[in-house]
């Protein structure tokens, strides 16, 4: 249960009782948005324990990961460690949940690289400045979103959008990190010339052996030790191996393999991008993705844990906590952030209690970067690269698609447009077609909903659909037509034409159609109209217009539009039974019920 208190401190004795109450309103409000406040104003030292030794457990992912996926973005490798100390430190303030471990994220690293590095044109400091910016303008984008409340918006990515994107995105990151485990670079921005640069790379000779050992091995060591011993830290292991084998037999020089080198000794300071505004529109949209595809990882990570942990979780302080971060992090040379499936577990698994884990482990990269940058110099790239592909083959998700494709054909084909979109045509791009065409498919399935003409099944009770139940008898005269979903501008025609094929297709003649209108929520004016098309084409028929189960609300609108003026204010009933019933009243049928045997 959550058993942090949240009553605002006493303030000193003699405190005019106005200010008192200024005071604990103040500290309600602080509290409301900086939910780490009142967990350090709560703190218990039972909880420290934990804490310190989460985060220095913690300490040892963040740099290698944190490295391995700035490098896989395009940037120099200490901006991943940059990126991994301000946004803990933000969100341990800003942040709801109380595990949570933000930094960079693999998902976010091709749509960043895809960004920067062509706006970059092979300028580094260029790159960072672009990379600070688009942090920036995610986490505005993220503060917006969160202020609003709009926090849903980030249901747009649905799972197969998010399925298709991330195989992509994995299949992308991969291809790029591979030159880099055979010991060459490729320089080409789309996913087909990559690979033929690799191909070809590897063709004409040009990998370094000893390189392709360690980054191969490095790989095999992680793969084997999150499949056969998840408590142990394969990256860990991995990256300390490859770096004193490296340091040991000087391998930048004696096997010519690139590796970190120097890092700068210091902490990042304060330093707000240079970029023009052309610059900045180039970057919106993508900032706008970012922003989406950050939340919607971490609304579902931070809800699962705070399931554990008996609290609860506000979405959209998790769209406000993360922009500030992004925020930190491109205002102090990091770049996009994002919540960590791999390194929450790690931080959860070492015993962590609270925002503290992240701070001593922001701290403790800190520490290294003043007192010991030595230590990473020695580094191969090709083990960076390794963590990466792991961490690319731990999301890659090629078992939902088949899921998908057994399932759901449409949404498999939504999928594979998100899959073939991001991979082949651009991240941005493929994302802006595939969320296009799942509006495009909401309004289609808006624009032609599912609807049934109903009839009583012999020894089952209520009426039923028809083309599900053949067997089914209908009331002669009376055709029970039910509609499952809101009538508005997009599909009152398309009701109208329906229910006169209903009426047209029943196996008697007509003499009352019954709207069956449980399921409709909402009728608007151009609606309305169809409703008094339809009504005045049955009635030139000879047939009745009647209603069971419509809301009352619903019908207080068209009673506003001055729809009932037209069609009858009489013409209502609650049920489908009620409205079977009112007919044989006033109509002579040869009709016996089942139950009335």
């Not at 007509?510 to 169809?530: C, F, P, S």
Request: glycine share 8%; proline share 5%.
């Amino acid at each position: 249960m959550d058993d942090t208190p949240h009553a605002p401190p006493l303030p000193a004795p003699g405190t005019p009782p106005d200010t008192m109450q200024r005071v604990g309103q103040l500290f309600t409000l602080l509290q409301r948005w900086m939910p780490g406040l009142a967990t350090l104003c709560h703190y218990k030292m039972a909880w420290l324990f934990h804490d310190l030794g989460a985060g220095l457990v913690l300490t040892a992912i963040l740099v290698p990961v944190g490295m391995g996926y700035a490098e896989a973005s395009g940037l120099p490798a200490i901006h991943g460690l940059y990126a991994s100390i301000i946004p803990l430190l933000a969100y341990a303030l800003f942040g709801p949940s109380r595990i949570l471990v933000l930094g960079p994220d693999s998902t976010l690293t091709a749509v960043i690289a895809a960004l920067i590095l062509p706006m970059a044109a092979g300028s580094v400091e260029r790159a960072i400045a672009l990379a600070g910016m688009l942090a920036i303008l995610s986490g505005i984008c993220s503060l917006l979103i969160g202020l609003a409340r709009l926090g849903m918006v980030a249901d747009l990515l649905s799972k197969p959008i998010r399925i298709g994107f991330l195989n992509a995105i994995a299949l992308t990151v991969l291809v790029g990190q591979f030159p880099k485990v055979f010991g060459f670079s490729v320089k080409a921005d789309g996913l087909l010339e990559k690979t033929a640069l690799l191909v070809q790379g590897i063709a004409a000779g040009q990998t370094n052996p000893v390189a392709l050992l360690i980054g191969a091995g490095c790989l095999a060591l992680i793969l084997l030790i999150a499949h056969y011993r998840r408590r142990w830290p394969g990256v860990l292991m991995a990256v300390v191996l490859a770096t004193a084998v490296s340091a040991v037999f000087n391998l930048a020089d004696s096997a010519h393999i690139s590796v970190v080198g120097s890092l700068p000794q210091g902490l990042p300071h304060w330093q707000f991008p240079q970029v023009s505004l052309a610059d900045v529109q180039l970057l919106l949209p993508g900032a706008v993705i970012i922003s989406l595809l950050s939340f919607a990882d971490t609304s579902v990570l931070s809800r699962l844990l705070a399931q554990r942990g008996g609290y609860q979780v506000h979405q959209n302080q998790e769209m406000l906590a993360l922009g500030m971060a992004n925020m930190a992090a491109g205002l102090f040379q990091g770049f996009s952030v994002s919540a960590s499936a791999s390194r929450t577990p790690v931080a959860e698994a070492a015993g962590s209690k609270t925002q503290l884990t992240g701070v001593v482990g922001a701290l403790a990269v800190a520490g290294l970067l003043m007192l010991a940058p030595w230590l990473l110099q020695s580094l191969p790239s090709a083990a960076l690269a390794a963590v990466v592909i792991a961490a690319c083959l731990s999301f890659a998700d090629v078992a939902g698609m088949r899921e998908l494709y057994r399932l759901n054909k449409i949404e498999f084909a939504l999928s594979l447009t998100s899959f073939f979109g991001v991979a082949l045509i651009g991240v941005i791009e493929g994302i802006v077609i595939t969320l296009a065409l799942a509006m495009l498919l909401l309004l289609w399935n808006t624009w032609h909903p599912y609807f049934a003409v109903l009839a009583r099944l012999d020894g089952t009770k209520g009426y039923h659909d028809i083309s599900r139940h053949p067997e089914g008898r209908q009331v002669p005269g009376l055709v029970l037509f039910r509609w499952d979903a809101q009538l508005f501008f997009a599909n009152g025609e398309v009701f109208r034409e329906e229910a006169k094929h209903a009426v047209a297709s029943a196996p008697t003649p007509t003499h009352r159609l019954v709207v069956v209108a449980d399921a409709i929520t909402n009728i608007d004016i151009t609606a309305a109209d169809a409703l008094v098309s339809l009504y005045h084409e049955l009635k030139h028929q000879g047939i009745e217009l009647c209603f069971a189960g419509l809301k009352g609300q619903i019908k207080d609108r068209l009673h506003a539009y001055g729809t009932l003026d037209i069609i009858g204010h009489d013409i209502f009933a609650p049920t489908v039974g009620s409205a079977v019933n009112i007919y044989r009243a006033t109509h002579e049928v040869n009709w016996k019920d089942w139950d009335e045997v």
